[in-house]
């Protein structure tokens, strides 16, 4: 039998494992004694173990962090990494169904992890398998690693390369198709007034998101009502302003995002500044805020406004607080794979500090970036062509994977060009179609590593 049908072959037994991880709610919770990231991902990692035993694969779990299923023989190690936690999902978050039942209608598969990442993962597995069934001469060792903690800080990957062996070629499926050769490098930073009118203000969930709701409270008479809302309204940002005795409660509801693309979003916090200082409110954090950050998402205010014949680089607010009187809020930049952290530091010093708030770098994260050119990105691409037919070159995104936290990997899938999954939304959904392409790619793939 060929690759393809044993492939086709597998469509039941994807669909089985997949719906038996995704019943496991692995969302990151309490840290228990031998489970560090909580009940949940431990519980998948379990689960996913006991599947690739049964495979025949030799299996190892590192604490619960993470762990692996191993098949072949030779000095070289081919792994392919992918994570078993998912982000929270909640049936009033817009869920048509319980997140947490998978759910098939019309060949597609509804659950939270059915594309990332757990789809990922099961097609990786049967991949093994039918390399396994098909007895291919293996002169590596295939590895599955699946992590816990990817979601939440990727502390399981730094587990395993703290405690176990560095792959010679390897891939991510949690990422697009064809590959992913270079991922931007991020820094993080946060901003901290104590100069502000402002009474309260409160927006965003997460720092690498968006932020699509943010309100604020100041005094009443401070800005002219007409003139936000004709802001509001030019702009087409819903709103709402509710009286509040001497002060007034402003609401804005933006569009939420991930960071790396901010230009899909609305940024409420962004927007209600704006339109604040527009409408004449006076105050030296809304001055800082707007000349700093304001509406771009590019890094201008900052003296960032950075490109590479790759990407540019994008800057994003995700929340903002106010305790005890001091404002404080995030600042997400993603900027090209050409550049380094050390640069960006550099290139904003100057624009960091004036009397209405200060912006403070915590942590920067050089790029990752290999060449279209090298074995590594040209297999894996020929991979997906080989069974797509589908030219494409190798992508540079400003989101980050795994890839990162390893040696010689780059994101390879799962997800196809151009289809929204709904990853970290509502009703996340996998065509089973999709999923059993993916094995083919996945086979073709390691194949294709085989031969380095
Ligand atoms: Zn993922």
Redesign the pocket.
Same mark, same amino acid.
């Given at each position: 039998m060929d690759v393809k049908s044993m492939c086709e072959g597998y469509r039941e037994e994807i669909i089985k494992r997949l719906g038996e991880l995704v019943s496991i709610n692995s969302e990151q919770s309490e840290a228990e004694a031998d489970a560090p990231f909580g009940k949940g991902p431990k519980e998948a990692l379990h689960a996913a173990l006991d599947m690739l035993e049964k495979d025949g694969l030799k299996t190892v779990n590192l604490d619960n962090y993470i762990g692996y299923g191993e098949m072949g023989e030779g000095d070289q190690l081919i792994a392919i990494v992918g994570?078993l936690d998912v982000v929270p999902a909640r049936r009033e978050d817009g869920w048509n169904t319980d997140p947490y039942t998978m759910v098939e209608k019309d060949g597609i598969l509804y659950g939270r992890g059915v594309s @990332? @990442?757990k789809g990922g993962v099961v097609a990786s597995m049967i991949a093994m398998k039918v390399i396994k069934d098909m007895n291919i001469p293996v002169n590596k060792r295939i590895r599955l690693i699946m992590g816990c903690n &990817? &979601?939440t800080g990727s502390a399981c990957l730094k587990y395993y390369v703290d405690h176990d062996e560095q792959p010679d070629y390897g891939f991510t499926p @949690?990422g697009d198709f064809p590959c992913i050769n270079g991922e931007k490098g991020i820094m993080d930073a946060h901003y901290v007034s104590r100069k502000t009118n402002i009474i309260d203000i409160d927006g965003g969930t997460a720092g690498n998101i968006v932020c699509s709701s943010c309100y604020i409270v100041v005094e009443k008479c401070s800005f002219s009502k007409k003139k936000l809302e004709d802001y509001f309204n030019n702009n087409n940002i819903e709103f709402e302003v509710v009286d509040q005795d001497e002060a007034v409660k402003i609401t804005v509801q933006g569009v939420a995002a991930h960071a790396s693309t901010p230009t899909l979003g609305v940024n409420a916090i962004s927007y209600l500044l704006t339109g604040l200082k527009e409408a004449g409110f006076q105050d030296p954090f809304v001055d800082f805020y707007c000349s700093r950050i304001g509406l771009n998402t590019n890094g201008e205010g900052l003296g960032l406004n950075l490109k590479d014949e790759y990407s540019d680089l994008t800057l994003n607010c995700g929340y903002i607080h106010m305790n005890d009187g001091v404002i404080s809020g995030n600042i997400d930049v993603r900027f090209p794979v050409t550049m380094t952290g050390k640069q960006i530091v550099k290139a904003c010093s100057k624009y960091l500090e004036d009397e209405g708030g200060e912006i403070i770098v915590d942590s920067t994260h050089d790029p990752l970036y290999y060449s279209p050119d090298s074995p590594l990105i040209q297999s894996l691409c020929d991979a997906y062509t080989e069974v797509t037919g589908d030219e494409r070159d190798p992508l540079v995104i400003g989101g980050g994977t795994y890839a990162k936290g390893i040696n010689n990997t780059v994101a390879f899938g799962c997800a196809f060009p151009d289809v929204d999954y709904k990853i970290h939304n509502a009703n996340e959904w996998c065509p089973v179609d999709d999923l059993v392409k993916q094995v083919e790619i996945y086979v073709a793939g390691i194949l294709k590593l085989l031969e380095l």
């Amino acid at each position: 039998m060929d690759v393809k049908s044993m492939c086709e072959g597998y469509r039941e037994e994807i669909i089985k494992r997949l719906g038996e991880l995704v019943s496991i709610n692995s969302e990151q919770s309490e840290a228990e004694a031998d489970a560090p990231f909580g009940k949940g991902p431990k519980e998948a990692l379990h689960a996913a173990l006991d599947m690739l035993e049964k495979d025949g694969l030799k299996t190892v779990n590192l604490d619960n962090y993470i762990g692996y299923g191993e098949m072949g023989e030779g000095d070289q190690l081919i792994a392919i990494v992918g994570h078993l936690d998912v982000v929270p999902a909640r049936r009033e978050d817009g869920w048509n169904t319980d997140p947490y039942t998978m759910v098939e209608k019309d060949g597609i598969l509804y659950g939270r992890g059915v594309s @990332d @990442d757990k789809g990922g993962v099961v097609a990786s597995m049967i991949a093994m398998k039918v390399i396994k069934d098909m007895n291919i001469p293996v002169n590596k060792r295939i590895r599955l690693i699946m992590g816990c903690n &990817e &979601e939440t800080g990727s502390a399981c990957l730094k587990y395993y390369v703290d405690h176990d062996e560095q792959p010679d070629y390897g891939f991510t499926p @949690d990422g697009d198709f064809p590959c992913i050769n270079g991922e931007k490098g991020i820094m993080d930073a946060h901003y901290v007034s104590r100069k502000t009118n402002i009474i309260d203000i409160d927006g965003g969930t997460a720092g690498n998101i968006v932020c699509s709701s943010c309100y604020i409270v100041v005094e009443k008479c401070s800005f002219s009502k007409k003139k936000l809302e004709d802001y509001f309204n030019n702009n087409n940002i819903e709103f709402e302003v509710v009286d509040q005795d001497e002060a007034v409660k402003i609401t804005v509801q933006g569009v939420a995002a991930h960071a790396s693309t901010p230009t899909l979003g609305v940024n409420a916090i962004s927007y209600l500044l704006t339109g604040l200082k527009e409408a004449g409110f006076q105050d030296p954090f809304v001055d800082f805020y707007c000349s700093r950050i304001g509406l771009n998402t590019n890094g201008e205010g900052l003296g960032l406004n950075l490109k590479d014949e790759y990407s540019d680089l994008t800057l994003n607010c995700g929340y903002i607080h106010m305790n005890d009187g001091v404002i404080s809020g995030n600042i997400d930049v993603r900027f090209p794979v050409t550049m380094t952290g050390k640069q960006i530091v550099k290139a904003c010093s100057k624009y960091l500090e004036d009397e209405g708030g200060e912006i403070i770098v915590d942590s920067t994260h050089d790029p990752l970036y290999y060449s279209p050119d090298s074995p590594l990105i040209q297999s894996l691409c020929d991979a997906y062509t080989e069974v797509t037919g589908d030219e494409r070159d190798p992508l540079v995104i400003g989101g980050g994977t795994y890839a990162k936290g390893i040696n010689n990997t780059v994101a390879f899938g799962c997800a196809f060009p151009d289809v929204d999954y709904k990853i970290h939304n509502a009703n996340e959904w996998c065509p089973v179609d999709d999923l059993v392409k993916q094995v083919e790619i996945y086979v073709a793939g390691i194949l294709k590593l085989l031969e380095l």
